[in-house]
């Protein structure tokens, strides 16, 4: 499901780009700029927020890869 990024409080957005962009622990460059380039990606509409109900995780995918479900209300 499709979250508006704007939705999210400033801080829960943080705290979900931060997480994505650490997850898989194999980068060891600094996690800041990290965090703005997925920021300014979600702002340009580069990249999109999806919250996966099964396995109950956010992922950040390129603009309309994501499953063909509703955006979240």
Known sequence: MRIPHLQLSP?????VIEEFVTRDGTDNSSVEPRIELVLRQLGEGGVELHFEPESRTCNIVP?????????GD
Request: cysteine-free; proline content about 7%; overall charge positive.
């Open 11 to 15: 801080s829960a957005l943080r705290a």
């Open 63 to 71: 603009a309309g890869q994501g499953r063909d479900l509703p955006a």
